[in-house]
């Protein structure tokens, strides 16, 4: 890519153009040497802890981000003491010893524990798929009845699930598929599942116990403060420069670092020459209530059809510690279509997409001092605990170790 050809030249008049004016500060002029290490482009989760760690190796960062704020999608905002997860709800979970020690060190976690629920023709379902959920849809109490009527109801197919209906349909059945798959599906792909492919559920978790915690991972929760306290503590100290679009003026920011390490999308990167990568997107609007408690619950999903939101959010229960308020918020996640210019919130990783993104990301490959990181320059849908595991090896890799 030509401006990151031009990036070492750039950065070295840039250097003797700020040398010229600083010249009183006896700055070495002799090689290339930037204001700043590391340009970091985005700060959401990889971004900031990619700051964190080189900041602490004695490395110089500068951190530029799009938006008005830090924190990415885990971005909350307080109102009226409640942490409003803006970009969906985030809960924090990993079995990796490494990255719950790791985040620990910039915030504390309460001990909130994921139990949503599912309503579908105005009954509620335990999710996932339990003890309760089989009681519930059919009268069971015990996971032997469970068994039988789950064996009963899976469609026996003498060759591999075609789609994502025949695939959800050999592992629940009927009843599950239809209560609680099908109508979601359907809004959270704006396509029928016999038109999706089968690898998209490739497994569905059933559980013959009464166990609704919707996680197996050993650590589970959400900061005290939001995840904006997390972000506020991972970037402490660190120059950042928020409302700033790296791409309207790349040649600038470029002379700032010596190295890049780029977080935002990675067709945009290369002024999407070969194509758009797709994603998918969803709409979120807030209500405020005046009860203290609207719907009992952090996340409850809607899986009939007709009812356009995948799932509503009441914020005040992911931190049931704060003072309480006599008031809440309650946000609605709607699916729709994406296209340029909106948030891109989850790849589609199908195989032409996926075929497109290994041609940049070899591109990318090529281009000295260039890092990509994080669920978009990846174009992979990654967890939290995954998307920091990822940065802390990337540091290891280039001899930065994270910290203790
Ligand atoms: P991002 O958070 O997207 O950060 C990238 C940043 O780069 C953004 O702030 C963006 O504005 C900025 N940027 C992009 N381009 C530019 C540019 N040109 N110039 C300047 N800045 C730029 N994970 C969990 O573990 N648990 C959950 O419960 C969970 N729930 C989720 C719910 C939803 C609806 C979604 C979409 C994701 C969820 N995740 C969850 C995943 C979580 O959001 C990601 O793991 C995490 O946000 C990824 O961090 P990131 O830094 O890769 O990307």
Redesign the pocket.
């Known amino acids: 890519m030509a401006i990151f050809e031009q990036h070492k030249q750039l950065a070295k008049r840039h250097k003797e153009s700020t040398d010229q004016q600083n010249s009183h500060q006896n700055m070495q002029n002799t090689d290339f040497d930037c204001c700043y290490d590391y340009l970091i ?8 802890c990619f700051a964190r760690i080189a900041t602490d190796q004695g490395k110089r960062v500068l951190v ?4 008005q704020h ?6 909350t905002e307080e109102e009226d003491g409640i942490h409003i997860h803006r ?7 990993t079995s990796n010893e490494v990255v719950w020690e790791f985040v620990n060190r910039y915030c504390t976690f309460n001990n909130f524990i ?1 139990t949503p629920l599912a309503i579908s023709k105005n009954e509620l379902f335990s999710l996932p798929f339990n003890m309760l959920t089989f009681h519930q849809l059919w009268g069971v109490t015990t996971p032997s009845e469970a068994e039988e009527k789950l064996n009963q109801q899976r469609l026996q197919l003498d060759r591999p699930a075609q789609n994502l209906e025949e695939q959800a349909l050999t592992l629940v059945g009927n009843d599950l598929y239809e209560r609680l798959i099908r109508g979601y599906t359907r809004k959270q792909w704006k396509r029928d599942p016999k038109e999706l492919p089968p690898e998209i559920i490739k497994r569905i978790p059933i559980r013959l116990t009464y166990n609704n915690n919707y996680f197996n991972d050993r650590h589970q929760g959400i900061p005290h403060g939001g995840y904006t306290a997390l972000f506020n503590t991972l970037l402490k100290n660190i120059d950042v420069r928020l409302g ?4 309207e003026d790349r040649e600038y920011w470029l002379s700032q670092a010596n190295k890049i390490v780029y ?3 990675i067709d ?1 990167l290369f002024n999407y020459d070969l194509g758009e990568l797709e994603y998918r997107t ?1 709409k979120f609007e807030d209500t405020w209530h005046r009860t203290s408690n609207y719907q009992g619950n952090a996340v409850i999903n809607y899986c009939d059809e007709h009812i356009p939101h995948t799932r509503l959010i009441e914020h005040k229960h992911f931190n049931p510690e704060i003072v309480e308020t006599n008031q809440t918020v309650v946000t609605s ?1 709607t699916p729709v279509a994406w296209k340029r210019g909106q948030t891109p ?2 790849p589609i990783n199908n195989k032409t997409n996926n075929a497109l993104y290994e041609i940049y990301a070899e591109r990318a490959r090529k281009i000295p001092n260039l890092i990509l ?6 174009y992979q ?7 920091v595991a990822s940065a802390i090896r990337r540091c290891q890799a280039i001899g930065m170790q994270a910290e203790n």
């Open positions: 482009i985005g700060a959401g989760l990889y971004g900031s530029v981000e799009r938006r830090i924190g990415g999608n885990c971005y970009y969906g709800p985030h809960i924090f979970h994921n700033v679009d790296f791409h977080t935002g999308q945009q969803l996640e919130y989850y990181g994080g669920r978009l320059a990846e849908y990654m967890d939290m605990h995954a998307v």
